[in-house]
């Protein structure tokens, strides 16, 4: 067991950093953390203009029962932090190719009527992949999510083994989907979860049909002021216990003396010593900015041939008007599916029949827009890595725009904006050092997840430690928390892979 008053560094305040520091410091180490930005949360900022307060990133509060234990963990009520409200209903689908909508909700009646109106037969279909789904959802978090892997053996033994079976690990979603349903839009409907995960739904091994019992029968939630009163819930948690958080303190390198971390170099020239160093940091920026060359676990080569999940082509739109078609979460999907996938993975351009989505938190919570006018969060999948210019950019808003307007019931959307801003790629890449300008990291694909997704222990260098969405378990925020879970059983030698019940 380690010395509690070691002092440890995490370098950036994202989901799995603050976590972590929240989770150490109630252990008694003394933790400090290093965020380059001038807000906590990672991608889940804030922007505050003329009344509008938009979330930057995340908006989809899934998986509460991993938020609520993360905080019993902790000796807190997550409820005395923040207020949620459970979305009804959880989303709305329109479709192109009909021109109509749908609303799918967390409640298994209401999909039921909704999913044999569009395809008879389908509802006892729906109940009976979601109680698999369930049995699924319960085995991963039970024997997968929270497990440290060593080897490739912790992967591929008796137990894990066993239940993996059951787990259709070797199936890919989109073939467990196409054989359960027929139509288009009930299809379209199990499979967008898929992109939540940064990977297309031929690549999602089908351990992640249990992401649809997370969207039907967990549901979606709203917490109140928005999602960035979580981070801002568990940095509040984390400096109870004593963490301290150091906003606008970029970290320029990780100092290893004998193949031992002692600390980090600030971008300011300022040495900070600790006995261990973790980085929440872009897992490839971590290996290849701030560490040697010779010191990083994969190479410039693995990089470069790791899948990753999409960037965004994101719009942060004020608006002095109300639009009666929108819903808290509303999907526009694209009529050519597999086309939209393949932009975004294979062949890497700007789609030419996108998909998109719109958040328009402003439904459920006025304060986060002027009365009477709506904030719209809108976010289109664009592949990582993609080159563009100031006008392509200003020409693709216009694409979007016109798309809400025609397919979404939106119309004169345009004439009402009071505020843009456009946020893609490029940003991506120099606010979080993401690589390629990824929104959310490596994809989640079979060759990048459990034991083939990097570790969060470096092999080369003692004491230092990963957390966040490129190691294991993966992309999102609740995963986030959980790696953050993962990285405490690492750094505390704990090799039970269940949720720890206490610290």
């Not at 689908?93 to 609303?103: A, M, N, P, R, T």
């Not at 942060?316 to 999907?333: A, N």
């Amino acid at each position: 067991m380690l010395h509690t008053k070691q002092k440890v560094i995490i370098i950036g305040a994202g989901f799995g950093g603050i976590s972590l520091a929240a989770l150490l410091a109630k252990k008694g180490f003394e933790v400090h953390v290093y965020e380059k930005n001038n807000q906590i949360g990672g991608r889940a900022r804030l922007i505050q203009e003329n009344g509008y307060v938009f979330d930057m990133g995340p908006s989809w509060y899934m998986m509460p029962d991993v938020f609520e234990d993360f905080f019993n963990l902790l000796g807190e009520d997550i409820h005395e932090y923040l207020h949620l409200t459970r979305l009804s209903p959880s989303y709305r689908v329109f479709l192109k190719s009909e021109g109509q909508h749908y609303d799918f909700y967390s409640d298994r009646e209401k999909n039921a009527e909704l999913f044999d109106s569009i395809e008879p037969g389908s509802a006892k279909k729906l109940n009976e992949y979601l109680d698999e789904s369930k049995r699924q959802y319960d085995i991963a978090k039970k024997e997968f999510m929270y497990k440290n892997y060593n080897s490739i053996f912790d992967f591929f033994n008796k137990r894990t083994m066993q239940e993996g079976r059951k787990l259709e690990i070797w199936n890919s979603m989109e073939r467990i989907i196409n054989r359960t349903f027929r139509s288009e839009i009930l299809r379209k409907v199990m499979q967008f979860q898929m992109v939540l995960l940064g990977t297309a739904p031929k690549d999602a091994p089908g351990i992640y049909r249990l992401m649809n019992h997370v969207d039907f029968d967990l549901g979606v939630w709203y917490p109140d002021k928005g999602i960035y009163e979580l981070p801002k819930a568990i940095a509040t948690v984390a400096e109870k216990y004593g963490a301290h958080i150091h906003l606008n303190a970029p970290v320029k390198k990780i100092i290893v003396k004998d193949k031992k971390t002692t600390g980090i170099e600030l971008e300011s020239g300022e040495i900070v010593e600790a006995d261990i160093v973790v980085s929440n940091a872009d897992l490839h920026h971590t290996e290849h900015v701030l560490l040697d060359e010779s010191l990083s676990d994969h190479s410039k080569t693995y990089w470069e041939k790791r899948k990753m999940a999409p960037s965004a082509f994101i719009m942060y739109l004020g608006v002095g008007k109300q639009f009666d078609s929108l819903t808290h979460h509303s999907l526009l999907f694209s009529e050519h599916w597999d086309s939209h996938f393949k932009e975004i993975f294979d062949s890497p351009e700007f789609p030419k029949d996108p998909s998109l989505y719109v958040c328009a938190p402003s439904k459920t919570d006025p304060s986060v827009a002027p009365a009477g006018k709506e904030n719209l969060f809108v976010l289109v999948p664009i592949a990582s890595g993609l080159e563009y210019s100031p006008e392509k950019l200003e020409e693709w808003s216009n694409t979007v725009l016109d798309l809400m307007e025609k397919h979404m019931g939106m119309d004169g959307l345009k004439n009402h904006i009071e505020y843009k801003k456009i946020y893609c790629v490029k940003d991506f890449e120099k606010d979080y050092n993401s690589y390629k300008g990824s929104a959310l990291g490596l994809a989640h694909t079979l060759g990048q997840s459990a034991f083939w997704r990097p570790n969060n222990i470096s092999k080369k260098v003692k004491d230092l430690y990963f957390v966040g969405a490129n190691t294991n378990p993966g992309i999102g925020m609740p995963i986030c928390v959980i790696s953050a879970e993962t990285a405490y059983k690492r750094i505390m030698n704990i090799s039970d892979p269940e949720p720890l019940k206490e610290i």
